[in-house]
């Protein structure tokens, strides 16, 4: 299975037409699927709070949104999320690359790994781990779960589920 | 002029386009000035007026005005690159450029000292931007409007905040109303 074109058929399927990026090496060929689809547009950020402010103007122009971005962008977002996302109650479906997980090589990922769960949970936002390949298949139900409930919604993706990195 | 002067005077240049209008002061000015189901209000996050008025740009064809102070755009400089690259034509981002921090009690920003945000916006690849002093907001607004091109309007005036109430609209009433006459 390809797991990027499947995560880019899902947003197609589910009408998500608005996706902004956040580099991310394990990102990478998820990131080129997109920006080669005919039927997303693809604006990539500078950072994850300006992205989720694109996302939920473009939420608000009718447009369904997604973003792709770092855990670390957990610490830089909290504030959008709870004053701006949350408060005003839109979707979010937000596919982040899990850093400092299982197979991860550089130790400093590790500090905000250990974070991430615990403020998703804080911040009372639903969220999924995708360890194995075959996790992917449940992500067609969560956008579909997402745009249901009109939330910011994590899908945590770790170094296992994308693979690990070129040199394991 | 200070800002809920400049305001007082555009808003019926405002009432019938799609606003997205900075957090605090900026906001309850607007709100109080002239409110519209066209205006949408930020509550919170400070910085990200220009990001949301973007996006909401690029997802449909209407214009979009972007209310955004010097120090909120200070705070999101990111954004410039990001309008420089991918700015529609039906988008307008007027800085209200008063050299201060005004839903805070004035504390000056840099572009009351040495920071040129049009020169920074140019150098982010904004095409069109415009500096304006304020008592040519009204012209320059309309002029954008109907100039049919991304515009970064830097708009000149004095420091200062009126008085108004702030804002109790619960914000997903907000949300729904705006989105209402984004569809309309």
């Given at each position: 299975?390809?797991?990027?074109?499947?995560?880019?058929?899902?947003?197609?399927?589910?009408?998500?037409?608005?996706?902004?990026?956040?580099p991310c090496k394990q990102l990478a060929g998820v990131i080129d699927e997109i920006e080669n689809r005919d039927d997303i547009f693809h604006i990539p950020s500078n950072k994850e709070d300006e992205g989720m402010g694109l996302?939920?103007?473009?939420?608000?122009g009718g447009k369904r949104p997604a973003i792709i971005m770092q855990n670390t962008a957990i610490g830089v977002t909290i504030n959008t999320l709870a004053t701006l996302t949350q408060y005003y109650r839109m979707p979010l479906p937000m596919i982040i690359s899990y850093r400092g997980e299982l197979r991860e090589?550089?130790?400093?990922?590790v500090e905000m790994a250990v974070h991430t769960k615990a403020l998703l949970a804080q911040?009372?936002?639903?969220?999924y781990h995708f360890h194995w390949q075959k996790d992917v298949e449940e992500f067609d139900n969560i956008l579909k779960y997402t745009f249901m409930c009109n939330k910011p919604v994590a899908i945590l993706t770790d170094a296992n589920f994308w693979g690990g990195y070129g040199d394991q | 002029?200070?800002?809920s002067e400049i305001l007082k005077e555009i808003a019926p240049i405002l009432?019938?386009?799609?606003?997205?209008?900075?957090?605090?002061?900026?906001s309850q000015e607007l709100h109080?000035?002239?409110?519209?189901?066209?205006?949408?209000?930020?509550?919170g996050t400070m910085g990200l007026a220009?990001?949301?008025?973007?996006?909401?740009?690029l997802a449909q064809p209407k214009t979009v005005i972007a209310i955004d102070g010097d120090g909120s755009v200070l705070t999101n400089l990111g954004t410039l690159p990001t309008i420089g690259n991918n700015a529609p034509s039906n988008y307008i981002l007027m800085i209200i450029d008063n050299g201060s921090y005004g839903s805070t009690g004035d504390q000056p920003t840099y572009t009351g000292k040495k920071t040129d945000l049009a020169g920074m916006a140019r150098a982010a690849g904004c095409d069109n931007v415009v500096v304006v002093q304020d008592v040519d907001t009204g012209k320059a607004l309309q002029e954008a409007i109907d100039g049919g091109k991304a515009t970064v309007m830097v708009v000149k005036c004095d420091s200062g905040n009126a008085k108004m109430p702030v804002i109790t609209m619960d914000p997903v009433v907000i949300k729904h109303r705006f989105m209402e006459a984004v569809k309309a």
């Open positions: 299975m390809n797991i990027d074109k499947k995560i880019a058929d899902d947003l197609v399927a589910n009408d998500v037409s608005f996706v902004t990026t956040v996302c939920a103007g473009a939420f608000m090589p550089v130790a400093c990922q911040l009372n936002i639903p969220t | 002029m200070i800002r009432r019938d386009q799609l606003v997205v209008c900075n957090i605090g002061i900026p109080a000035i002239d409110d519209q189901p066209t205006n949408f209000y930020m509550l220009s990001s949301i008025g973007l996006g909401l740009a």
